[in-house]
């Protein structure tokens, strides 16, 4: 019988412990042994409190009741992102996690609404499109399982305290089998020939060996930066924020199911509405505002009590050239960081997990393993990468040099060629890896300002006045059965209320 792989996770918070659960909550005993080291002195970053539809998929694969771990880390539910003042001042639109109409004869529905657009009907997109209209007037229940059915035609997430998350997955799978042990590693000894990972030493002496490690130390990176020296490849050409302040406010009355991202003058705050309190933060270029006017920037437009002092992070952006080095697998920050305006953090380590479980070896290196691994990971964080320049490009705000300067930088060639390509005749590439499908592009491109020239001719193949009455009839159908969704707090209140919630307000009229 082939002799268990021994697991070592250094490190703790989202990252270690969702490796962890994923490891025991899948794997059976005799495939893996795992030991998550954390220590208790070290703190977590902890500001990923938004996530994207995919972290359903995780929990549902590993075994994580939904409205258990909801209470739990006092989530909320989430339809998208709003962002407010990006392409321009007074600008506002919604990422849905969700489609925009449904395609006739065949066509995507934005080539039908850019067909109207140009023949003088201005067509507001965002009405099409069920996930934003609900963002709009507060309100959620769970999408009908009925594909023919308007109430299909989204997906959601969640909003919740990261840290109560991995306290909740270090309790999913000690319960399972994985070991925790308490102190911080001060050393890690190599291989002296072939140069792999072999131990870690801890404070108190105690060595700790292993076949596979893996490093999830944040951004100190102490595995695969330090000890290994892996290559990071940087990416602040075109991502320049390279600090944040983040700070929770008392929740206020406004109990969205949408993430907020408000564009300031250095970059955009962010705002996440959780059950007991409200996450904020302000994410800036260090080149363009101090420390301190940032953190007054972010203390003046909370909209409730600040629970604390802003509390500073500072990151580069980029990735890892190699994710996976001889017998260390980087996840989470070690491996890179791409900033949160997408809620892409959680995502990226939950990629990495499920490709591990994928590729997960019966050896100590696996080189062929290690190749894949790191192509896959490297579509997902240059495809990230892509989508979060499109925000910062497609601006037309003078207002501030940040946005001159993001504007005038040249994009990335496979960003240019996708810009080119909708800006033609709306165009948008559907590619089988890689996050964010052609929904989430078009609600981006249109939102930041992008519109297209043309369409496809295929569209014309239906009567004009056939689209028209077909829009008006989605539009309506939309609004009507949103308007009789459930207010969101009073959802939450019902299906997962935490311990320590804020009592919701009274429920709207006809909810």
């Known amino acids: 019988?082939?002799?268990?792989?021994?697991?070592?996770?250094?490190?703790?918070?989202?990252?270690?412990?969702?490796?962890?659960?994923?490891?025991?909550?899948?794997?059976?005993?005799?495939?893996?042994?795992?030991?998550?080291?954390?220590?208790?002195?070290?703190?977590?970053?902890?500001?990923?409190?938004?996530?994207?539809?995919?972290?359903?998929?995780?929990?549902?694969?590993?075994?994580?009741?939904?409205?258990?771990?909801?209470?739990?880390?006092?989530?909320?539910?989430?339809?998208?992102?709003?962002?407010?003042?990006?392409?321009?001042?007074?600008?506002?639109?919604?990422?849905?996690?969700?489609?925009?109409?449904?395609?006739?004869?065949?066509?995507?529905?934005?080539?039908?609404?850019?067909?109207?657009?140009?023949?003088?009907?201005?067509?507001?997109?965002?009405?099409?499109?069920?996930?934003?209209?609900?963002?709009?007037?507060?309100?959620?229940?769970?999408?009908?399982?009925?594909?023919?059915?308007?109430?299909?035609?989204?997906?959601?997430?969640?909003?919740?305290?990261?840290?109560?998350?991995?306290?909740?997955?270090?309790?999913?799978?000690?319960?399972?089998?994985?070991?925790?042990?308490?102190?911080?590693?001060?050393?890690?000894?190599?291989?002296?020939?072939r140069g792999e990972v072999l131990s870690v030493t801890m404070q108190s002496g105690e060595v700790i060996a292993g076949d596979l490690f893996l490093d999830c130390s944040g951004f100190r990176a102490l595995v695969i930066g330090q000890a290994l020296g892996g290559g990071f490849e940087e990416w602040t050409k075109w991502l320049p924020c390279d600090r944040a302040m983040a700070v929770p406010c008392a929740r206020s009355d406004d109990f969205s199911p949408y993430t907020r991202s408000t564009a300031r003058e250095a970059g955009w705050q962010w705002r996440i509405p959780l059950q007991h309190r409200t996450g904020n933060g302000y994410v800036y270029s260090s080149a363009f505002i101090s420390d301190e006017a940032a953190a007054a920037t972010l203390m003046s437009n909370l909209d409730g009590a600040a629970l604390a002092d802003p509390r500073p992070l500072r990151f580069t952006a980029g990735r890892r050239t190699a994710s996976w080095l001889k017998n260390c697998v980087a996840i989470g920050l070690a491996s890179g960081f791409l900033e949160p305006l997408e809620s892409t953090s959680i995502y990226l380590i939950q990629v990495a997990v499920m490709n591990l479980l994928r590729l997960f070896p019966r050896a100590r290196v696996d080189p062929v393993l290690a190749d894949e691994f790191n192509r896959l990971m490297d579509v997902e964080y240059e495809r990230v990468r892509d989508f979060l320049i499109l925000h910062y490009h497609a601006n037309t705000r003078d207002d501030a040099e940040l946005w001159r300067h993001c504007r005038e930088t040249e994009p990335p060639d496979s960003l240019q060629e996708k810009i080119a390509l909708f800006t033609h005749r709306g165009q948008i590439e559907a590619y089988k890896d890689g996050l964010f499908a052609p929904p989430s592009w078009l609600a981006v491109y249109v939102g930041q300002g992008l519109a297209p020239r043309g369409y496809e001719r295929l569209a014309d193949s239906l009567p004009f006045d056939q689209v028209i009455r077909s829009m008006d009839a989605l539009r309506s159908r939309i609004a009507d059965r949103v308007a009789a969704m459930p207010d969101h707090a009073r959802f939450v209140q019902g299906y997962c209320p935490a311990a320590d919630a804020v009592q919701p307000a009274p429920a709207l009229s006809g909810a």
């Open 1 to 193: 019988m082939t002799k268990p792989i021994d697991v070592v996770i250094v490190g703790g918070g989202t990252a270690g412990w969702m490796s962890a659960a994923a490891l025991v909550g899948v794997l059976k005993p005799n495939i893996c042994r795992v030991r998550l080291i954390e220590s208790e002195e070290i703190g977590i970053v902890g500001v990923g409190e938004a996530t994207l539809p995919q972290i359903r998929d995780f929990n549902e694969a590993i075994g994580v009741s939904e409205p258990e771990m909801m209470a739990a880390s006092n989530a909320t539910f989430k339809l998208g992102i709003e962002f407010r003042d990006w392409g321009f001042k007074g600008s506002s639109y919604v990422h849905p996690f969700g489609k925009h109409g449904e395609p006739w004869g065949g066509v995507a529905f934005h080539q039908h609404w850019a067909r109207a657009l140009q023949a003088g009907r201005p067509y507001e997109i965002q009405d099409f499109s069920y996930p934003i209209v609900a963002c709009r007037q507060n309100r959620f229940e769970f999408p009908a399982s009925d594909p023919e059915a308007i109430e299909s035609t989204y997906s959601y997430a969640y909003h919740f305290d990261a840290h109560l998350y991995a306290k909740y997955l270090r309790g999913f799978a000690e319960a399972r089998g994985a070991q925790r042990i308490e102190g911080k590693v001060v050393d890690v000894a190599l291989h002296p020939e």
